[in-house]
């Protein structure tokens, strides 16, 4: 599972970035079978990704929460509508398997790319078509946010986790009053230090992003093999 990890860590940022955009799409197009079984094969890289991380499961955990609430809004609003019963479940439970694997798909590609790597990435592609200004501004962007999406989930992971010890014996409506002003409070203070981060280490210019990459075999056979699974998905 280690090597797994490093493998996934390894490959060059514009290869994942372009699997995760193509892919990403793709899941609400494909039959659930060919989602289910990407969401195995997504979860076999996430997993190892995840447990180099202190709080990685309960990131994993969070978002499979997320996703059965969303099942039980689409389900409720289904029954209301006077959708037949014996499609309910079923495109609530398909529903559910295109959110799994859309959030697996972006999760690992936040714990396995750093998010300047993956703004460099964006500058290299941007470049030709939009001018090396707007293209370092974009990869900025895109950079915060994904940098951002691990940190908010692992912050409610922690702040949940401080909740449960320190409010022993309070209800749920309790919690439910805590946690989301400590999650804000805590998120404000993150997007502070994270704007500090940036200002320091000199990445609010245009030769900071100035891609550096390095092309290799392994790239290469990864690219085509994710391609043609790709495709493959079509045919299920």
């Known amino acids: 599972m280690t090597g797994v990890a490093i493998y996934i860590r390894g490959l060059d940022p514009r290869v994942k970035l372009a699997v995760a955009l193509v892919l990403g799409p ?13 969401i195995l094969v997504l979860l076999s890289i996430v997993w190892p990704l995840a447990a180099g991380q202190s709080v990685g499961f309960k990131m994993i955990r969070s978002l499979l929460v997320f996703v059965l609430f969303w099942m039980g809004i689409k ?3 289904d029954a209301v509508s ?3 019963a014996e499609f309910i479940l079923m495109d609530g439970v398909q529903l559910g398997a295109r959110l799994v694997a859309l959030l697996l798909l972006g999760l690992g590609l936040a714990l396995s790319t750093s998010a300047r790597s993956l703004g460099l990435a964006v500058s290299w592609a941007l470049r030709p078509v939009i001018g ?3 293209a370092w501004r974009s990869a ?8 951002f999406l691990p940190i908010c989930l692992e912050t409610l992971a922690s702040v949940k986790e401080v909740a ?5 014996g309070s209800g749920l409506r309790v919690r439910l009053g805590i946690v989301p002003l ?10 502070w230090n994270q704007t500090l981060a940036v200002a320091c280490r ?3 210019s245009s030769t900071a992003w100035e891609p550096d990459f390095s092309w290799c075999v392994r790239d290469g056979v990864t690219a085509v093999l994710s391609m043609t699974a790709i495709a493959v998905m079509f045919l299920i």
């Open 26 to 38: 793709c899941l609400w197009k494909v039959h659930v079978i060919a989602v289910a079984v990407c």
């Open 202 to 204: 000199g990445l609010d």
């Open 132 to 134: 090396r200004e707007r």
């Open 82 to 84: 006077g959708v037949p």
């Open 75 to 77: 389900m409720v609003l």
């Open 182 to 191: 400590a999650l804000v409070r805590n998120l404000s203070q993150k997007t």
């Open 140 to 147: 900025l962007s895109l950079a915060l946010m994904i940098h």
């Open 164 to 168: 449960s010890r320190r409010c022993l």
